[in-house]
């Protein structure tokens, strides 16, 4: 679960934060609308509020979703990844990308190096 301390200077509670980001994450809705969903259930905040909520804590938020969806794919006793080396030219450099890959394609890490 999400730090509270991530949420405290924030009047609006954590679930509400918490719905609205993923309101905008899940469904392919603008923010006007879901400031309209939010305000059909008796929650008034602005589209940029709620863009504002995104920017903030939609990193923090899929991070910890890909944090249990890891878990629960290692309980699978078929779970499989392999590491993905790509070369790429940073600032004219060649550098090495290094990507964590499961066996459904999803990203689990990357991280760039020059050696």
């Known amino acids: 679960m999400t730090r509270p301390a991530s949420f405290k ?3 609006t ?3 509400i934060i918490r719905l609205a ?3 905008y994450i899940r469904f392919p809705l603008s923010l006007r609308n879901v ?3 939010l305000h059909e259930r008796g929650i008034d905040v602005s589209h940029e509020t709620v863009r504002y909520w995104w920017n903030r804590f939609g990193p923090m938020f899929a991070a910890e979703s890909r944090r249990k969806r890891v878990q629960q794919l290692r309980a699978f006793s078929k779970w499989k990844w392999h590491v993905d080396e790509v070369f790429v ?3 004219g450099k ?3 990308l290094w990507r964590a890959v499961d066996h459904e394609g999803e990203v689990l890490e990357a991280i760039v190096t020059k050696h």
């Open 94 to 96: 060649r550098h090495y």
């Open 21 to 23: 980001v993923m309101l």
């Open 13 to 15: 509670s954590p679930e």
């Open 9 to 11: 200077y924030f009047k």
């Open 35 to 37: 400031e309209d969903l």
């Open 89 to 91: 030219k940073v600032n």
